[in-house]
């Protein structure tokens, strides 16, 4: 790790306080503590990079639309009672500010979120209650975080990677987490869909949204709807991340970043990204996800399903030609995996009970479980 290996230091050495101490504390790490959270997160989350190189994306997306200009917020739970940058880092995380939409009886409400990750506490401080202090503090702390008079924030978001049950403890409370998988092509064949490149996503990202909005608009039942907006930042901060890491794993960056078929007004079109969590091998998990599909119009069936099979076959394309385990569909609805049956293509569908669990902490009336609440579009595009 070179001059950026975290050294053990005579405070780190000392017995560790009492996770219910008044001393410790929910702050933000210097720049010196934030390059210490990146190093000792490595081993989780940077395994597809070197040390260096993940430092340097961790670097990077901090710059990237969605993120530069307080976008992103770097939390350590630390002792008060010690100096920075010679505290032990107990327990750290990250949030992600998002715009949002709420919607009850047709009326829209606009709002920010916040999705944590990088939830992390290195081994000789877990078992000790760290990062259960830091999510109690975070979580309500969250809901005034980057607020004012003209914005709220209705809602907390975070995907968990161990399980349903730890979260729901301090609120966060898991919510449907399927996907349809498919594998990469055996073959290849001729397109009958158009591929999308970086010109294309921005005005149908802002068409996107408006069909967003008309869905929240003319919602029926009694339950509150949310939806994370996919807008242009969103999926840019998706695809820079794709882009340096394809960069630095291959030496250059995928062009096609979804795909489109159909006429205006019935068209159907997906964004996706390519996540690489390991090695080029099958069992490190790397994936081509769909970000986020759109059907302008569900009323032919059959057309959609030829539709959407032209899209998914550029997408097991691409998956086969960067060395992708499988394409995964988040969330579909009843609808779509009516479409995805019709296309034939081979298939499963995946109740995900371990990883990338969809977690909401509610910050209004009601139970905030899906009971009451529906989370549209609850795909990949949302996740942090």
């Known amino acids: ?126 078992g000790k209650g760290y990062a259960s202090r830091m999510l109690r503090e975070l979580g309500p702390v969250l809901k005034d975080w980057q607020v004012d008079k003209n914005i709220c924030c209705p809602f907390s978001i975070l995907y968990s990677d161990i399980g349903k049950k730890y979260y729901a403890k301090f609120g966060w409370v898991p919510f449907p987490s399927t996907h349809i998988a498919f594998p990469p092509a055996s073959n290849s064949k001729p397109f009958t869909a158009k591929p999308l490149a970086y010109p294309d996503l921005e005005e149908l990202c802002a068409l996107d949204e408006t069909y967003i909005r008309r869905s929240l608009e003319t919602a029926k039942d009694e ?17 820079k991340r794709e882009d340096f890491v394809s960069g630095k794993i291959f030496g250059k960056s995928p062009n096609i970043k979804g795909a489109i078929a159909g006429e205006p007004g019935s068209r159907v079109w997906a964004v996706w990204t390519r996540a690489f969590y390991g090695p080029l091998k099958p069992e490190s998990g790397n994936t081509l996800h769909i970000l986020r599909l759109v059907i302008e119009d569900e009323a032919d069936v059959e057309a959609n399903a030829t ?73 990949k595009y949302g996740w942090c």
Not at 22 to 51: C, F, I
Not at 223 to 239: C, E, G, S, T
Not at 318 to 346: R, S
């Open 1 to 126: 790790m070179g001059e950026n290996t975290p050294t053990t230091t005579l405070l780190e050495t000392a017995m560790s306080p009492d996770s219910r101490s008044d001393s410790l504390y929910l702050t933000h790490p210097t720049p010196e503590e934030k390059l210490t959270t990146w190093n000792l997160n490595s081993v989780n989350w940077g395994t597809a990079l070197s040390v260096p190189d993940y430092l340097e994306r961790e670097q990077f997306l901090t710059t990237v639309p969605l993120a530069r200009d307080g976008g992103v917020t770097h939390w350590i739970l630390v002792d008060r009672t010690l100096p920075p940058n010679e505290r032990p880092i107990l327990a750290s995380c990250e949030s992600l500010r998002k715009p949002v939409l709420v919607s009850h009886s047709g009326v829209i409400t606009e709002g920010i979120t916040h999705g944590i990750g990088s939830v992390f506490s290195q081994p000789k401080f877990r």
């Open 223 to 239: 339950k509150v709807h949310i939806a994370l907006i996919p807008n242009h930042d969103v999926m840019q901060w998706h695809h």
């Open 307 to 379: 539709k959407l099979k032209g899209i998914l076959e550029i997408a097991q394309a691409e998956a086969k030609e960067w060395q992708l385990g499988h394409v995964e569909l988040w969330n579909p609805t009843e609808f779509v995996k009516q479409l995805v049956k019709g296309t034939e293509l081979e298939h499963s569908e995946v109740e995900r009970e371990e990883e990338s669990i969809a977690s909401l902490m509610w910050y209004g009336e009601g139970s905030g479980t899906s009971d009451d609440i529906e989370w549209v579009g609850n795909e």
